[in-house]
């Protein structure tokens, strides 16, 4: 950061007219060709060396600066007949329609004119749109008899993209031009144009600037053929009809041919601007692909405006594939040791550190806490090789920058794409660790919402002092345990850390003193006083709340009973904290989980993200200590229920069934009657899906009543670590209705799902009711 | 006690939004994040099963984009605490508002291509048990059809004939639009559903007519609603619309399980209903209404705005975040929406 920075504090737009262009303009361009047998550009053509220059080593013949460092010069070509700029034509026809054909005065009276001026002026102070009240005067503006001299008007057409048609006679460009030069100054307000930036007649090229080509850099094959740009062979195009146009209409040619050639290079010109215009056929290459031009190069999301000016590509980037790591914070990110050295951070040397970038750079740029670069004061960059780096070492002083390896503590940007809201960029703390993943901690996937099947995560590195210090106090993770989107916690305990937290804390649960202190010392929280007693779950987890903290809320595994018990809930979901201490309830998702956290939501808003921070590391890491005491597995045996179960089951289905049936029975009898406003058939249907719909209800809360707190599966599915008990009761019991478009399944074969059930079949099973488990395998 | 509002002045302050924050960017994401997860599933009727209303994403995009013809507009009516139990008058209401035509009263329909003629028979109990007036019926046929001879609950229409070759046509067309015949309901108003939510009676529709619904008699004036946002608009003015758009916003995302944040819809709606009328979000609203050149070349359409800015001699003061994302500058927001200045000394 040196030198003064300027500030563009305004952008004004505006035509260029033909004058300015010239001016602007190093070279008039006439000869079509590019290069000369030699290989060499040749002068007046559009390879021009005044135009600029993009070969190193090279100078410009304009400024003098070497290639790379020219931004590159305008040319110019004389059109040898005015041609309608395609972006106009619209704007041009409606000009005319709305002028007089004999004066150019805008067929408006003057008590009008009056009005619309005071109008249009209130907008413009106002900064508003005036694009609405120009409409209306264009509207207005059509008449057929001018006010002012009392010439009849004829009606003005357009024929899509350039043509403008009088009556039945098709007008020239140059008559557009003079019909517009006709326009006097004082009503240009009237149809939208800025006196002060643009004239109407400005619309009508007499001249086209030729860009530099830079703009268009001719690429070299490996064959050494020469690939140009395609605006480049756009504006041989323009070139060579200009210059037939000329030579014909000095040789006296007659106005046919004048003419054709003449619309030939609107053609041309109305191409070479956009290559889209609808009413052309598009310009094509010789390959047939069609040439992109100006406005193809500007529009979408491939164009320079998205792609290239609201995005961009950066260095000081990575990006590789994730995995977990539970016991960095989750303020962290584990970076690969092979980025860690690939990206640099800038360090401006000093007296007091000095001595430190010394051992960067002795350490080289491939040993670790290395360096890559040294930037001297005088902005030359220099590698730092095995080789040279004595040499770097002796000639560094203070005022130096040195680019080194990327640190422990340092602050990078990290990111997964999609990147749907704020939490999908965050600020982490570097920890460099061996392998070739990013780890992270399990906690910050919710709000990436990432998962370790493969994802990819990028990183980037700040640069800048600044950038470091505003990203590590709004962007830092702990900042972001709150999400702005309902005020509840998104980075949480999960999975595990919520099967642990329960297992830890459930009623019941104790440890010997021996189990808690290991448990403690794992989670790396300080060691409690030994008291010689065994210690419950609940005096454990204790340990991390704050001491001053109360509480009273229900668990995720709240049963919602009619009436609550309180205190004396069976399932032990009436959490109470007294001063810091569990006194009833079970830790579940409800306390710490992502999405739903309540104590860890009441730490962020009284305690700030510190101690937040502190706690989901410390909580989440004991939660898996004693997930691990206790041990924790899930298979298909916990989805087993004995064979009095199953017979429940299959009895409520059979009859679930025969109800069906009946409707059905009573649908073709028509002793059905319909709800209002439905038909018959749809009656039928919602009737249908309902029984059904109870019927896997009830087979599953058959199936739930035999599953026990024991059972893993549901631990998992009532503390809201994963599944849900729709899942176990679907592997245990019924699988159910299967619906498409909120409808039973009725399509597949004319008139059955299936070719094994009978036409027009609409039974239970017929229609997609799948009355066996997942476990049991699915019929047929 | 002091010492408390100090506590709670400080919880407050720290609640609060801070200066520079990018309020419209977070509730942009808060709302269009939950958007990427909501489904096209519409399956879930609200409410009242008998009508079908569009929810979910397809419904939140006809919100935003402040459409003129929302796919299902439907009303609900509620009634004054003097009316809203009696199953009668409500069902009179019922009957006024929803569509009836003279199709649905009918008995007996015969077309007799023998006599060249239609004769009906209208049904006494299906009349009483709409509440319908016989004779407004009649008069209503009266003046649709000329050729009519009314013969009590018998009647018989003959068609204009004017080109023999077409009469059957004429007769069938006749028929179509006998039965067709509107007898009873309010403009753009469809199909009625009588509910009992609780211990009153409510009126579910199809179609909305808020206007006319809203001047009948016994209706709650406070409580009956539309989803049609323009007509609350109209009808009611833009702070009731900016208030349905946050309600049916709102109601929609709940539906699909979602939880944001009241005061980001608020922003949106408030955005939307600034200018005195309800504006869209998108090319046609709000983004295509930016002072910015620039931010509305990036946007859409970037060369018709390129070269309107030209002619119109626009001028673009770099006040917006995207004009100085595109110039490379810092942008002003957050912590670049403030500056240092030096103050002299002395």
Redesign the interface.
Known sequence: MKGILK?????????MSPENIRKMSVTKIVTPDTYDEDGYPIEAGLMDPRLGVIDPGLRCRSCGSKGGDCQGHFGHINLARPVIHV??AD?IHKILRSTCKDCGQVLLTESEKVDYKEKIETLIRN?E???GIIKEIYAVARRDKCPSCGEEQEDVKIDKPVSIVEGNYKLTASEVRERLEAIPEDDYVYV???H???KPEW?VLTVLPVPPVTVRPSITLETGERSEDDLTHKLVDILRINQRLKENMEAGAPQLIVEDLWELLQYHVTTYF?NEASGVPPARHRSGRPLKTL?QR???KE?R??SN??GKRVNFSARTVISPDPNISINEVGVPEMIATEVTVPVFVTEWNIEKMKEYIMNGPKKHPGANYVIRPDDRKIRVYDETKETVIEKLEPGFVVERHLMDGDVVLFNRQ?S???MSMMAHEVKVLPYKTFRLNLCVCPPYNADFDGDEMNMHVFQTEESRA?AKS?MRVQEHILS?????PIIGGIHDHISGAYLLTREGSVFSEEDVFQMVKRARMPLPKATGEDWTGKQVFSLLLPNDLNMVYRAEICRKCDECLKLECKNDAYVVIENGQIKSGAMDEKAYGAFSGKILDSIV?EYGTDKAREFLDTSTKLAIAGIMKRGFTTSTADEEIPKEAKDRIEQLLANAEQKVEQLIEAYHNEELEA????SLRETLE?KIMQVLGEARDKSGEIAESYFGMENHAVIMALTGARGSMLNLTQIAACVGQQ?V???RIERGYSNRTLPHFYVGEMGAKASGFVHSSYKKGLDP | MDELVKEIKKANQRAGVENGEAVGTVAAQSVGEPGTQMTMRTFHYAGVAELNVTLGLPRLIEIVDARKKISTPTMGIYFDEEYSADEEFVRRIANRIGKIILNDILKDFNVNYANMNLSIEIDEEKIADKRLDYDEIIAKIEKAFKKVDIDKNLLSFEPTISDPKHAIRELRLLADKVRDLQISGVKNIGKVVIRKEGPEWAIHTEGSNLGAVLKMEGVNKTRTSTNDIHEVEKVLGVEAARNAIIHEAQSTMEEQGLTVDVRHIMLVADMMTADGKVKSIGRHGISGEKASVLARASFEETGKHLLRASIRGEVDHLTGIIENIIIGQPIPLGTGSVGVVMKDKK
């Open positions: 500030k563009i504090s305004e952008i004004d737009f505006g035509l972006g106009f704007t900064e749109s005036i694009t939208g144009i800025n002060e930036v643009a619309m956009d406005a500007l529009k979408g164009g405006f998205r000016l609201s999609p749907l809201h704020r505003e709004l702005p989107r309902f005020g509840g808003k709800l209002p406003g439905r919602m619906s478009r909120g409808g």
